[in-house]
C-alpha cells in the first residue's frame, strides 16, 4: 500500500521539543479531518514515544529522534518514532503495564496508553543501536462521528 | 504551565493550567510537595479545569502526590478533568487511589472553541 501523504521531522532529544513534536504530528494528521478525541488520541501517543526517546534512550546525552508520519487511503496513519540510544533488551517486559527501568514519577504506563489510544502499537530495538517504534491509527474521522 | 495553589482551613487547592507533559511535570511537581510538606493539608484538590494536553506524566504526578499526602493522612481529589485527561487517569486506575470528576459539559464546551 502507497501513502497518499509522508513528513520526516527529525528532533533533538530535548524534553522542550515533546510539545513541538506531538502538535507537528496531530497537524499534518489534519488532513483526514480527525476528530478532537482522535487529535488527542495522537498527540498523546506520540508524546509517550518522544518522551520515552529522550528519558530512556538517551538518558545522558542529546541524541537524535527521527520521527516519521505516513497517510494512507480510508484514514490509515502510521507514525514511526525511532531514536539510535541505548535498546531495550526486553521489549515483552518493557511493554507490560507499570513496568519501567526509572524510579521517581515514571509510572510504567507509557506502552499502556500508547496501545490503549491506538489501534496498533510495533516495536523493535536492538541492545546498543536503538528503538523504532510504529504507532498506526485508524481514523474515522468527523464524517463518520456525524453518521446517526 | 503554570501552578496556583490557594488554600482554606486544612485544604489546599492546586490549579493547573497548560501543558501536563514530561517538560512541564518538574515544575508542578515542586511547587506542590514544597506547599504540602510545610501545611500538611488534610485534604488536597488538584483543579485540572485548565489542563490543555496530559500523557503518563499526569498519571505520574497523582501518583507521586498521592504518596506524599498519604504520609499525612491527606485525601486526594482531582476535579475538572477534561474527557481525555479523565480516560488516562482511569486507564492508569487513579480512581482507585483518588476521587476523580469530570468538568461539566458546558464548561468543557467553552474550553475547547477557546483553543
Ligand atoms: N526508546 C526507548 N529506549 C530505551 N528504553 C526504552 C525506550 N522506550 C521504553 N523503554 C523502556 O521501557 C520501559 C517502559 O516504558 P513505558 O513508557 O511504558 O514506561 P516509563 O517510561 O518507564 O514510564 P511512563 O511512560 O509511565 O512515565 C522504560 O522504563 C524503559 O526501560
Ligand atoms: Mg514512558
Redesign the interface.
Known sequence: MRPINEMRLQIESRSVNEAYARVAVAAFAAALDPTLEEVNDIKTAVSEAVTNCIVHAYPNEVGKIYIQVRLFERGRMEIRIRDRGCGIADVKKAREPLFTTRGGDRSGLGFSVMESFCDKVRVRSAVGKGTTVTLVKLLHGREASLEP | MHTRIETDGQVMTVYLDG?L???N?PAA?EKIDEFAVGFHPAHTILDFGGVT?????G???V??RYKLLVQFSCTLEIRNLS??AYK?MR??GLDRIAALSRADKKEAEKH?THQ
Do not use: Q, Y
Open positions: 501543558e507533559d514530561h517538560h511535570a511537581r494536553f496530559m500523557d503518563s506524566s498519571i505520574g504526578l501518583m507521586g474527557a481525555h488516562v486507564l492508569a475547547e
